[in-house]
Each structure stands twice: as structure tokens, then as C-alpha cells.
């Protein structure tokens, strides 16, 4: 092998991940559920115009979409949406409620029957009613979910609430067949979770300026014969204790998962279960996330870990937990369980997210769905290490570094490669160690590329995400320049050809650090935050509109902090190449905000690229945009760092 081994410069090694490839493995599964014995789960098609599938397997192992294109399973509701579908078994076979994108109606279909029927009308208001966390409720020939209605044309004039929706489709035109099961009592809200008997349902609220990581209520109510919530009352939870999942014991024991010691744990009617300095949860981005759920034997499956999410089954009497055996190391909070069965969705750094059952009564997991194929040699898969670095005040700054790797070429002596810095989005959030062909796309080709896990992600304790109150723009940049500047002084990057990129949040990471540091040669900005008072004061939607009193402070306090910060105040300090890169069909970061940056950038020379995608929102969805994305990006490297990749598009500059 050594003598088949090429000496080429780092960002010329041949590749066989081409953009393509990636894009078509964008994605994982996600909203798992059993129905009857078979499991369910929705699926990205980045070749199918980016719908969001239904997918089914049967008790042969096969596959199938339950509906065909265009039907696209996706909620809107706070604009990231949640679980959008549910099902029951019946004489006649499956009965599958689901939430449709293009117009966010909530309809009936029976799989090999008549055409999807609605069950919501429309309404011309503002974004009209939404719908996410359906649960069909045959005895009472209703589904009960969550209800956002639009009350206004603004994006923060809305309403959100349990609602019980007629599954005999009289509501389909007649908005006062909807029976509301509570008043809107709180700006947010979770579906509901009725107990084992039947008398009692728990959800999750909370309020702006919150978000549901600051602080949440744990809400339980009576049910009432007549099917309406009677006497709500706060079990748990509070402006500085997050409660992100909730749900019933067999025994009608209330669980929940808290973070009340710093650290999501979980409880059992207020005791904890499995005390650790770990994480049981996580930040809800989506309604209907879970990272526990209960069995009919009372042990109960959960995610945990510091920095990743293992399965295991936790055993609630003498707290003793077992992890799954098998190669993942990291789930998505998509957990269902099925008498003893629990599913859930698993990936490693060297297999894509897969769909995975474990048997809790014998220990034994398996992929029964969405199965990892090695599209091409793993030999070309990146070989990440996970590093802990060294920020300002001497603070913990936890990473993933992807060095370049290539079984058949090396770089020439003396030389190092360049490296990109990947900022994650939220930026509540982390990035997860898993196998991920866009970055391989780099890696392959001689690009290093170190995902930061800066201040303020998820995954360490409340304390870490904390470093980020009032300091977005600060603590984030700070972090991901120390990893970059580290990397160099140990000899493993390049100091002249470091990058930072990031979408979203990661964004706005991105270009803060372009206008505050001098530490990259160039970076890749996709649909960011660029300026702050606009965004905070109506250029975003509802959910994440008063998010920056927390990351910033409150506007009418300091509002010459949101101009200080934000980089579209300070174009005249960007001196480095950028590529832009935004979807024209984004409410939650706007085109405004990149035309804006950009009129200020203009006459200064900069070199740069602006894309936009039409039909495209808030996270790339479609093929074809993800390869022209990719490639303008390898593009722009190449040119700011000397680069000779083969067969990629050139990316026009101007200046």
C-alpha cells in the first residue's frame, strides 16, 4: 500500500465524496413511532425536491413510503416544527394522521386506500393554523395536538394550545368544530401526555423572554368526562429550571427530566432516579423531542452522556443503567417504546443515523431501518479525535478535529493543511460525533476541518451553556479563534489558510469572528444573524424573537450592545473573502439581513459571492442546492488558500 501512496498537496487529493453524494446523504430519520408492531419514521429525500417522507417497515424488514411525492410530513409550528405525524391500528389497518408542509393541514389516510382527507381548515390570517404532536384518540373519534394560530399578520401574533381536532373530518372547513382543551394560558406549549388511566394530562409551558432551555413549567391537569383540562398546576419547573420532556409511568408515576441541578436529570414524581453530572435531556428545538420513554415492565430507555447521547435502560427501583451494546455513540432524542421494544435513531462516527431497535429483555440492538451503506470505501471516512482546548480565562473549550485523510495520497514534507472551523447553529445546541459526508467532502480532499463545541453549546451542563448569556459575539468567536490559533501553534494547521464557516447561529459566528479577529483567511456565512437590532425587533418569527435577551440583554436596556456586536455595523472591519449563502423562503433569518451586510460591504473590495436559493428556507433541503453550496465553498478555498481541487466549479468573486 505504501508504494500505491501519492505525494500531493493538501486540497488536490482525488476524492470519490463529490458534492452529489453528500447531498443525497443529507439528513437522518427522525419522528420514530410504533404502529402495532411495525415501526414508523419520517425521512429526508434531498432528490425528491427535499419533502420530508413517511416511511414504514414491515414485519418482512421491507421498507416503504407510506405516502407517495409530493406529500411532504413536515410541521411549521415555531417554525422548526416537531413530530408531525401518528397512527393507530384498526380492523380496516392503519389509521395515520399527519401534518402536510405545503399548507400545514392537518389530514386522515388509511395506507392503499382513498386520498388523504383533511380534518383542518384554513384560515387566511397571518401564517394561518399549524399543527405538530398529533395523537389519535379513537374512543373519543378525536386528535388531540397542538394548535398555532396566527391572530394577526405579524409573526409574533399567534397563539398556541392543546386542541382536540374531529377525526370525522368536520372540522375541515369549520374552524369551531376545533375544541380547545385549555385556554392559551402560555405563549408555548407541548402536546400533552395522558396518563395511563385516562384522568390526568401533563405537557410543558413557557413564556417569553424565555426559551424553553432557560426555563419551562411542567403543567399537570384533570381531565374532565367531557374531555377539556380542569384544574392546571405547576408540578415542576420554573424561570430557572428547565423541564424538557414529560410523560407517564406504567404505575401512573409522573417522569420528567430536569435540569434543576445543572444537569438534565430524571425524575420520578420528584426524585430523582439516576443522579449524575450528565445530561438526561437537552434544548427542545422541536415539539415532541424525547429522550426517555417508559416500558411496560416500569425500566425506562434513556438517552444520556457528557457531549454525546448513549442509549440505555435506566431500572427506576435500583437506578442501575445498562447501555445498549453496539456501535453507536450518538442518538437523536427520537425514542419510542412498544411493550418491551424501544426504537430510536443512532449513528457513529464511522456509520450515517440509522434506525435502530433494542430489545430490553435480552440486551439485543439491531438496525431495522434507514441502514448505514458505505456509498464508498471507508477508508476515505474522516477519523476524528475529540479534543478538550485550552480558552481564554483557562475555561474548557470541548471539540471534534477531522484532520485530513486519504488512504491514497499524503502531502509533501514540510508542508500543513488548511483547516476550517465550523461553528454549530442554535447556538443552543452541539455538534454530534457522527459520520458526516460534507465533511468528508473536505477531509478526503486534504481540508481539515474542527467543529467547536464553544461556550454556550448543549451537552455540558447548564454552567456551559450559560457562558453565552450576554456574551453572543464574545464567547463563541473567542472559542472557535482559540481552537484555530491552538491548532497552529501545535503544528497542525496552517496558520496562513484557516477558515471559519457556519450556518444560522454559526453564522453569525462566522462573520463576528471575520469582523473581530484577524485569525481566518476567508469564511462561508449561510443564512446568518448579521444584525441584531433588526432581527430583534420583528425580523424573525415568535419563537426565537426575544431569544437575544438572554444571548445579548434586553434591547430597551442595551441597545448600543446589538450595534457593537453585530457585524453589519462594523462591514468597514471585514477584510477577509467571504461566500454568502441564504435561502430566499427563510423567516427565521431573513434575506434582509445578508442585503444589508452587503450594501455596507459595497465599493470596500472585499472579494466575495452572495447565493440564494429560491424555495429554499431556514436549512438546506434540496440536492441541488446543497451541491452548488459545497462546491462554491471548496471553490472559495481553493482560491484564498492556493488550492488545486479537481473538477469543481469555479466561484466568481466580486468586488
Same mark, same amino acid.
Given at each position: 500500500?505504501?508504494?500505491?501512496?501519492?505525494? /500531493?498537496?493538501?486540497?488536490?487529493?482525488?476524492?470519490?465524496?463529490?458534492?452529489?453524494?453528500? +447531498?443525497?446523504?443529507?439528513?437522518? =430519520?427522525?419522528?420514530?413511532?410504533?404502529? %402495532?408492531?411495525?415501526?414508523?419514521?419520517?425521512?429526508?429525500?434531498?432528490?425528491?425536491?427535499?419533502?420530508?417522507?413517511?416511511?414504514?417497515?414491515?414485519?418482512?424488514?421491507?421498507?416503504?413510503?407510506? @405516502?407517495?411525492?409530493?406529500?411532504?410530513?413536515?410541521?411549521?409550528?415555531?417554525?422548526?416544527?416537531?413530530? !408531525?405525524?401518528?397512527?393507530?391500528?384498526?380492523?380496516?389497518?392503519?389509521?395515520?394522521?399527519?401534518?402536510?408542509?405545503?399548507?400545514?393541514?392537518?389530514?386522515?389516510?388509511?395506507?392503499?386506500?382513498?386520498?388523504?382527507?383533511?380534518?383542518?381548515?384554513?384560515?387566511?390570517?397571518?401564517? %394561518?393554523?399549524?399543527?405538530?404532536?398529533?395523537?389519535?384518540? !379513537?374512543?373519543?373519534?378525536?386528535?388531540?395536538?397542538?394548535?398555532?394560530?396566527?391572530?394577526?399578520?405579524?409573526?409574533?401574533?399567534?397563539?398556541?394550545?392543546?386542541?382536540?381536532?374531529?377525526?370525522?373530518?368536520?372540522? +375541515?372547513?369549520?374552524?369551531?368544530?376545533?375544541?380547545?382543551?385549555?385556554?392559551?394560558?402560555?405563549?408555548?406549549?407541548?402536546?400533552?401526555?395522558?396518563? =395511563?388511566? &385516562?384522568?390526568? +394530562?401533563?405537557?410543558?409551558?413557557?413564556?417569553?423572554?424565555?426559551?424553553?432551555?432557560?426555563?419551562?413549567?411542567?403543567?399537570?391537569?384533570?381531565?374532565? !368526562?367531557?374531555?377539556?383540562?380542569?384544574?392546571?398546576?405547576?408540578?415542576? %419547573?420554573?424561570?430557572?429550571?428547565?423541564?424538557?420532556?414529560?410523560?407517564?409511568?406504567?404505575?401512573?408515576?409522573? @417522569?420528567?427530566?430536569?435540569?434543576?441541578? &445543572?444537569?438534565?436529570?430524571?425524575?420520578?414524581?420528584?426524585?430523582?432516579?439516576?443522579?449524575?453530572?450528565?445530561?438526561?435531556? %437537552?434544548?427542545? *428545538?422541536?415539539?415532541?423531542?424525547?429522550?426517555?420513554?417508559?416500558?411496560?415492565?416500569?425500566?425506562?430507555?434513556?438517552?444520556?452522556?457528557?457531549?454525546?447521547?448513549?442509549?440505555?435502560?435506566?431500572?427506576?427501583?435500583?437506578?442501575? @443503567?445498562?447501555?445498549?451494546?453496539?456501535? *453507536?455513540?450518538?442518538?437523536?432524542?427520537?425514542?419510542? +417504546?412498544?411493550?418491551?421494544?424501544?426504537?430510536?435513531?443512532?449513528?457513529?462516527?464511522?456509520?450515517?443515523?440509522?434506525?435502530?431497535?433494542?430489545?430490553?429483555?435480552?440486551?439485543?440492538?439491531?438496525?431495522?431501518?434507514?441502514?448505514?451503506?458505505?456509498?464508498?470505501?471507508?477508508?476515505?471516512?474522516?477519523?476524528?479525535?475529540?479534543?478538550?482546548?485550552?480558552?481564554?480565562?483557562?475555561?474548557?473549550?470541548?471539540?471534534?478535529?477531522?484532520?485530513?485523510?486519504?488512504?491514497?495520497?499524503?502531502? !509533501?514534507?514540510?508542508?500543513?493543511?488548511?483547516?476550517?472551523?465550523?461553528?454549530?447553529?442554535?447556538?443552543?445546541?452541539?455538534?454530534?460525533?457522527?459520520?458526516?459526508?460534507?465533511?468528508?467532502?473536505?477531509?478526503?480532499?486534504?481540508?481539515?476541518?474542527?467543529?467547536?463545541?464553544?461556550?454556550?453549546?448543549?451537552?455540558?451542563?447548564?454552567?456551559?451553556?450559560?457562558? /453565552?448569556?450576554?456574551?453572543?459575539?464574545?464567547?463563541?468567536?473567542?472559542?472557535?479563534?482559540?481552537?484555530?490559533?491552538?491548532?497552529?501553534?501545535?503544528?497542525?494547521?496552517?496558520?496562513?489558510?484557516?477558515?471559519? $464557516?457556519?450556518?444560522?447561529?454559526?453564522?453569525?459566528?462566522?462573520?463576528?469572528?471575520? #469582523?473581530?479577529?484577524?485569525?481566518?483567511?476567508?469564511?462561508?456565512?449561510?443564512?446568518?444573524?448579521?444584525?441584531?437590532?433588526?432581527?430583534?425587533?420583528?425580523?424573525?418569527?415568535?419563537?426565537?424573537?426575544?431569544?437575544?435577551?438572554?444571548?445579548?440583554?434586553?434591547?430597551?436596556?442595551?441597545?448600543?450592545?446589538?450595534?457593537?456586536?453585530?457585524?453589519?455595523?462594523?462591514?468597514?472591519?471585514?477584510?477577509?473573502?467571504?461566500?454568502?449563502?441564504?435561502? /430566499?423562503?427563510?423567516?427565521?433569518?431573513?434575506?434582509?439581513?445578508?442585503?444589508?451586510?452587503? #450594501?455596507?460591504?459595497?465599493?470596500?473590495?472585499?472579494?466575495?459571492?452572495? /447565493?440564494?436559493?429560491?424555495?429554499?428556507?431556514?436549512?438546506?433541503?434540496?440536492?441541488?442546492?446543497?451541491? $452548488?453550496?459545497?462546491?462554491?465553498?471548496?471553490?472559495?478555498?481553493?482560491?484564498?488558500?492556493? @488550492?488545486?481541487?479537481? &473538477?469543481?466549479?469555479?466561484?466568481?468573486?466580486?468586488?
Amino acid at each position: 500500500m505504501g508504494e500505491s501512496v501519492r505525494t /500531493l498537496a493538501y486540497g488536490a487529493w482525488p476524492s470519490p465524496i463529490d458534492a452529489a453524494l453528500a +447531498a443525497a446523504h443529507d439528513g437522518r =430519520p427522525d419522528d420514530v413511532g410504533f404502529v %402495532g408492531d411495525e415501526v414508523w419514521w419520517t425521512a429526508p429525500r434531498p432528490t425528491e425536491g427535499g419533502r420530508r417522507a413517511l416511511v414504514r417497515r414491515h414485519p418482512d424488514g421491507t421498507e416503504e413510503p407510506v @405516502l407517495p411525492p409530493p406529500w411532504n410530513v413536515r410541521s411549521r409550528v415555531i417554525e422548526y416544527g416537531g413530530r !408531525p405525524w401518528a397512527a393507530v391500528t384498526t380492523d380496516a389497518g392503519p389509521l395515520v394522521v399527519f401534518v402536510n408542509f405545503a399548507d400545514q393541514r392537518l389530514y386522515a389516510y388509511r395506507p392503499g386506500g382513498a386520498e388523504p382527507r383533511p380534518l383542518t381548515p384554513v384560515s387566511p390570517v397571518g401564517g %394561518g393554523l399549524r399543527w405538530v404532536e398529533p395523537q389519535v384518540r !379513537p374512543e373519543r373519534g378525536e386528535v388531540w395536538c397542538v394548535l398555532e394560530e396566527f391572530t394577526g399578520d405579524g409573526p409574533t401574533d399567534v397563539r398556541r394550545l392543546p386542541v382536540a381536532v374531529p377525526l370525522d373530518g368536520s372540522a +375541515a372547513d369549520d374552524r369551531d368544530r376545533l375544541r380547545e382543551l385549555t385556554g392559551a394560558r402560555h405563549r408555548f406549549v407541548t402536546g400533552p401526555r395522558v396518563s =395511563p388511566d &385516562g384522568r390526568r +394530562a401533563a405537557w410543558l409551558a413557557w413564556d417569553h423572554p424565555r426559551m424553553p432551555w432557560d426555563g419551562t413549567e411542567l403543567i399537570v391537569a384533570d381531565i374532565g !368526562p367531557d374531555g377539556t383540562f380542569r384544574d392546571a398546576r405547576t408540578a415542576a %419547573g420554573g424561570p430557572e429550571e428547565s423541564v424538557t420532556q414529560v410523560d407517564w409511568a406504567p404505575d401512573g408515576a409522573l @417522569l420528567y427530566a430536569s435540569d434543576r441541578t &445543572g444537569w438534565w436529570n430524571l425524575y420520578r414524581d420528584g426524585s430523582p432516579l439516576c443522579a449524575r453530572d450528565e445530561e438526561f435531556g %437537552g434544548p427542545l *428545538w422541536k415539539l415532541g423531542q424525547r429522550w426517555f420513554a417508559p416500558l411496560d415492565s416500569g425500566v425506562i430507555a434513556v438517552l444520556h452522556g457528557r457531549g454525546a447521547a448513549v442509549l440505555g435502560i435506566l431500572d427506576p427501583e435500583t437506578g442501575d @443503567l445498562v447501555d445498549a451494546a453496539g456501535p *453507536w455513540t450518538e442518538f437523536a432524542p427520537a425514542l419510542a +417504546a412498544h411493550g418491551e421494544r424501544v426504537a430510536g435513531v443512532g449513528a457513529s462516527p464511522h456509520s450515517g443515523y440509522e434506525v435502530v431497535e433494542l430489545d430490553a429483555r435480552t440486551g439485543r440492538a439491531r438496525v431495522i431501518g434507514s441502514l448505514h451503506e458505505d456509498v464508498v470505501d471507508p477508508a476515505y471516512y474522516p477519523r476524528p479525535e475529540i479534543r478538550t482546548f485550552t480558552g481564554p480565562d483557562g475555561r474548557d473549550i470541548h471539540a471534534h478535529l477531522y484532520p485530513p485523510h486519504h488512504p491514497g495520497c499524503r502531502a !509533501p514534507e514540510g508542508t500543513l493543511p488548511p483547516y476550517v472551523i465550523w461553528a454549530h447553529g442554535g447556538p443552543t445546541t452541539r455538534s454530534p460525533l457522527v459520520l458526516d459526508l460534507e465533511i468528508a467532502y473536505f477531509t478526503s480532499r486534504g481540508i481539515g476541518v474542527a467543529e467547536v463545541n464553544y461556550g454556550g453549546s448543549s451537552g455540558h451542563g447548564r454552567e456551559y451553556r450559560n457562558r /453565552l448569556r450576554e456574551q453572543w459575539g464574545v464567547v463563541d468567536v473567542e472559542d472557535c479563534a482559540a481552537v484555530a490559533l491552538a491548532l497552529a501553534e501545535q503544528g497542525t494547521a496552517d496558520r496562513r489558510r484557516l477558515a471559519v $464557516r457556519g450556518g444560522s447561529a454559526g453564522g453569525w459566528t462566522s462573520a463576528a469572528s471575520l #469582523a473581530t479577529t484577524d485569525v481566518y483567511a476567508c469564511g462561508t456565512v449561510i443564512y446568518p444573524v448579521l444584525d441584531l437590532t433588526g432581527w430583534g425587533t420583528g425580523e424573525t418569527h415568535d419563537f426565537e424573537s426575544r431569544y437575544l435577551e438572554s444571548l445579548i440583554g434586553p434591547y430597551a436596556q442595551v441597545p448600543g450592545r446589538y450595534a457593537e456586536r453585530s457585524p453589519a455595523e462594523h462591514a468597514d472591519r471585514v477584510t477577509a473573502p467571504f461566500l454568502l449563502l441564504q435561502g /430566499l423562503d427563510d423567516v427565521i433569518c431573513p434575506p434582509v439581513q445578508c442585503e444589508r451586510f452587503l #450594501a455596507r460591504m459595497a465599493g470596500r473590495g472585499v472579494p466575495h459571492a452572495y /447565493l440564494t436559493f429560491e424555495g429554499e428556507g431556514h436549512g438546506f433541503r434540496r440536492a441541488e442546492t446543497m451541491v $452548488r453550496a459545497l462546491e462554491a465553498e471548496l471553490s472559495l478555498y481553493a482560491q484564498v488558500f492556493g @488550492l488545486d481541487p479537481q &473538477g469543481i466549479p469555479t466561484l466568481e468573486l466580486t468586488r
